[in-house]
């Protein structure tokens, strides 16, 4: 869009949520989305960022400063690529693109490629490639050709802020009305209303709320069931392999639901693993996820919508739980470390990894140097010992584990799983320009973000209750069995069935990575073949070793197949 007679021009992927607050505070009448971001930059300049929700990608150009403004949303619900050469900068909102001009080299980062190993040390402004960075949510570029690119935060989530109420049920009323806000202002004005439904209660809050604000008009639903071919294993006692039952029950409540069965395909396997490395510039951390879901998202766009409500973000604000054991607390934190362990036996959750956060750096070390302990790296990567020495794998997880000390150590977990999720946001939301379908995630809204890391603890976890907001909030629109439900759904119940089936593709690409020469300084091939070779009988056998076969073969065969995609020999 151009404006301002011709000064600036203003590029803009995504959609508004509080377009219409935006309308009457600028005095405008019906606007589409980029004249409201037009006129909000006019205005306020980039302080304006501040008062746009939704999920957004911004380049704005001034001709006669020549000075270049790029920003994304705050909760990761657009990402933006770049790379900067002397007086030029080149951009786009996934990375293939930027390759087509000659000036951006095509040339991997060994250090990073190692780092994506490993979920703890993804340096997310970083990609695989060197020279190209991805803002990260809430980071605003400002660029002219004399002053070079210089990166800020426009915003953050302050873990001092707090919210306070005198009873119980007002944090369950203001939880609801934000719940309906964002849900709300998300919703498409035409076209179909679409949302994924599983049997838990955040695609499931989502899709009852949209079908309570809709009225008359109806939402379709889509979940995923097993793959029909395939044997799964026993089901234990705390998943829920098909939850097709709960998503029902659901929809039986509201009668505008359209309920849709997709049955799990490994049909689009190879193209689906191949075409998701050209969007975000690193390798997928998992193997499967993106063809378990391909069926929904195909089925959707087949249907006419053109976005479908998902609740990725769901964990991290309204259905979060208080009950942190992975970061390392000071001493000073152990009464709140042993209140933490007494919830978490309420909840017949195991005790001792909340005790066990205390032993001293100086054990941990010496356990892992014992015949049979290793790093905890080597128990998760495939990585290479030398590769993972040169990025120092030892000093990113004792970081990666200490999370950030401004915020107390009861919210410092919460913290960092909203920050993550929100740039995690990121990758997915590259996905839609492949499946046609853009994902929408109104429990990633930075408002609601911001209330449920202000509210207390205690609302999210208390003796014998997880999950305790969510469950009070959802209480008015989600079913008994939904709301009591205390198992987790399994997503890909039938993940050995179908790395048996593409056993040979396995062992293939394990023949391309050792025939690249990065491909074997960072993966540990001949670990990697021993799995291979040492492959279970059944699905029941599997399922204990899915940490082995999944997060060490299957990851490790990931990153390597990124690898050669990038030098061009798996196109």
């Known amino acids: 869009m151009v404006c301002a007679d011709g000064r600036h021009m203003l590029a803009l992927e995504g959609w508004l949520a509080n377009r219409d607050e935006l309308s009457a505070a600028l005095g405008l009448a019906a606007v589409t989305d980029d004249a409201i971001v037009a006129q909000v930059l006019l205005r306020w300049g980039s302080d304006g960022l501040l008062r746009l929700h939704g999920d957004f990608a911004i380049a704005w150009w001034d001709a006669v400063e020549r000075r270049l403004l790029l920003a994304t949303d705050r909760t990761g619900g657009r990402a933006l690529f770049f790379h900067e050469a002397p007086g030029r900068i080149f951009f786009a909102n996934i990375v293939s693109p930027l390759f087509a001009h000659p000036r951006v080299p095509r040339e991997l980062d060994p250090e990073m490629v190692a780092r994506a190993a490993f979920t703890a040390s993804l340096d997310w402004e970083k990609t695989c490639f060197r020279g190209i960075r991805q803002l990260l949510p809430g980071q605003l570029l400002d660029w002219s050709a004399a002053t070079g690119a210089r990166i800020s935060r426009y915003w953050r989530l302050d873990p001092g802020r707090r919210v306070r109420f005198r009873r119980d049920d007002d944090y369950v009323e203001a939880a609801r009305d934000l719940l309906d806000l964002v849900v709300g202002e998300a919703m498409p004005h035409d076209g179909l209303l679409a949302s994924m439904l599983s049997g838990g209660l955040d ?297 048996s089936r593409r056993r040979d593709w396995l062992a293939a690409e394990l023949d391309g990575i050792e025939a690249s020469a990065l491909g074997r300084e960072t993966i540990d091939v001949p670990r990697l073949r021993s799995i291979l070779a040492d492959w279970p009988a059944d699905a029941n056998t599997a399922e204990p070793r899915y940490g082995e076969l999944m997060n060490l073969l299957g990851r490790g065969v990931a990153i390597g197949s990124f690898i050669r995609w990038a030098e061009g020999s798996n196109i």
Not at 240 to 259: F, G, K, N, S
Not at 463 to 483: I, K, M, N, Q, T
């Open 203 to 499: 695609s499931g809050g989502i899709a009852a709320t949209a079908a309570r604000l809709a009225g008359s008009r109806p939402i379709h639903t889509f979940t995923v069931r097993p793959d029909p071919a395939s044997p799964l294993p026993a089901c234990g006692p705390g998943h829920i392999q098909d939850e097709w039952a709960h998503a029902q029950a659901t929809a039986r409540l509201h009668p505008t639901i359209v309920a849709h069965a997709v049955p799990a395909s490994l049909e689009s396997f190879e193209e689906t693993t191949r075409s998701g490395f050209h969007w975000a510039g690193r390798p997928p951390i998992h193997l499967l996820p993106a063809t378990w879901l391909r069926g929904a998202w195909t089925q959707a766009r087949s249907l006419g919508a053109a976005s479908i409500f998902v609740g990725l973000s769901g964990n991290a604000t309204l259905s979060a739980s208080a009950l942190p054991n992975s970061l390392r607390p000071k001493w000073r934190d152990m009464p709140e470390a042993l209140y933490a362990a007494a919830l978490a036996a309420s909840q017949d959750m195991p005790v001792l990894p909340h005790l066990l956060a205390f032993t001293p750096q100086w054990l941990r070390d010496l356990r892992a140097r014992l015949p049979h302990g290793a790093p905890i790296w080597r128990r998760h990567t495939a990585l290479r010992e030398a590769a993972a020495q040169a990025i120092d794998m030892d000093g990113i997880w004792r970081s990666f584990h200490a999370g950030d000390s401004a915020a107390s150590w009861r919210r410092r977990a919460r913290l960092r799983l909203m920050e993550r999720t929100a740039v995690a946001r990121t990758m997915s939301t590259c996905q839609h320009f492949r499946d046609g379908i853009e994902r929408r995630d109104p429990l990633g809204d930075v408002r609601l973000a911001e209330f449920c890391l202000a509210i207390p603890p205690d609302q999210f976890t208390r003796l014998g209750h997880d999950r305790f907001l969510a469950r009070r909030v959802l209480s008015d629109r989600l079913p008994s069995e939904v709301l009591a439900e205390r198992r987790s759904g399994v997503q890909i119940a039938e993940w050995f069935d179908w790395a």
